[in-house]
């Protein structure tokens, strides 16, 4: 075993480490939303695990560097009290081209500050940067739509922060619709454009000077998204150019619809689903209910709430049976069942 600067292998390794950390780390920590300051700036940390000890991980894993040559992994972190946090770093490598790879371990230590960081403290005292409005062309938002919004924006959330994502938003609950409230114009956009994907809403941006900025010279805006839905809303029955169609939702860009008279789906481009040629015949909550009470090759009875029955042709797109309960309306003096009542139940 040759010596290395007069040393055997083990002193030389003893005296040079192969791990180098600074002493002292003090890792700044937002308690509202999970993020950490690393060199002036809050990150959050990409791992799903406790918060803390993840960004204690990631913030000492910054901090590692190798005095020779080799890999290094930050695996495993503890809190051992009064604030502080010990985090092992694993390594495999060498100090020096004469002594063979090997591999060595170092817990370091860190102290935590824990404060909120600037982006928590503007949202906690109001300030906005930018408002997603969400609202209905000409109605209320119902409870199935602003339930499936709110999964929009959590889900937005999610991915970007993380569980700290809940405290980058406030959302208010306003007559007709909601307000969403972020702290960044690019997450203010991809909610809205979300909402556009999965709706066909309808999107309108504008900017408002609320101050100057000193220090840059510049102005301050407040970014406004209106988000507004169209009129009509999952199965609800509309005429488009003299058809009579159930309204399913929209699909790839497009509004889809079934058509009630051919018993066939159809389509009808963003353009057109916003324009006036859509007329509203009835909400779905406005359409009778039935009970089916008997079932033949091709007629179906159905009675409503005061015992009165009718006959209808049995649906080709959906299956019925005795005992379903569905929505139906008249066409021309024509009994046309819509759908079973749990299709579109919200």
Known sequence: MPLVDNM????????????????????????????????G????????????????????????????????SVSEARRIGRGKISVLVRAHGSVNVNI???????????SIKRTVCPKCSRLASGVFSSIVQVRADGRMLNDHEIKCIDEIVRNILFREF???????????????????????????????????????????E?????????????KISRLSISVRLPKFTFGDILNFNGRILRYDGFK????????????SHFSVNYKDGWSKKIDILYRWDELPEGLIESVSDNLVEISNS?????????????????????????????????????????
């Open 162 to 204: 993380g569980r700290g994502g809940s405290s980058n938003y406030k959302v208010e609950y306003v007559r007709g619709g909601l307000d969403y409230k972020f702290d960044s114009f690019r997450l203010a956009r991809k909610v809205a454009d979300s909402i556009r994907i999965n709706f066909g809403a309808f999107i309108k």
């Open 100 to 110: 063979p790879d090997y591999d060595e371990e170092l817990w370091v230590e860190i």
């Open 8 to 39: 055997c292998w083990d002193c030389y390794k003893t005296r040079n480490r192969l791990i180098s950390v600074p002493r002292d780390l003090i890792m700044e920590f937002c308690s509202v939303c999970g993020s950490y300051k690393l060199h």
């Open 252 to 263: 790839n860009g497009k509004f889809s619809f079934y058509d009630l008279n051919s018993n």
């Open 206 to 218: 504008s900017h408002k000077v609320i101050g100057f900025n000193g220090s840059k010279g510049s």
């Open 306 to 346: 005061i015992g009165e029955v009718f006959q209808a042709y049995k649906p080709i797109a959906f299956n019925v049976k005795c005992g379903d309960h569905v929505k139906f309306m008249v066409v021309d003096g024509k009994i046309i069942i819509i759908s079973k009542v749990e299709t579109f139940k919200h």
């Open 41 to 72: 700036t809050w990150v959050m940390s990409n791992k799903v695990e406790d918060a803390l000890l993840a960004s204690a991980m990631d913030f000492v894993e910054k901090y590692v560097k190798l005095n020779g040559v080799g890999v290094f």
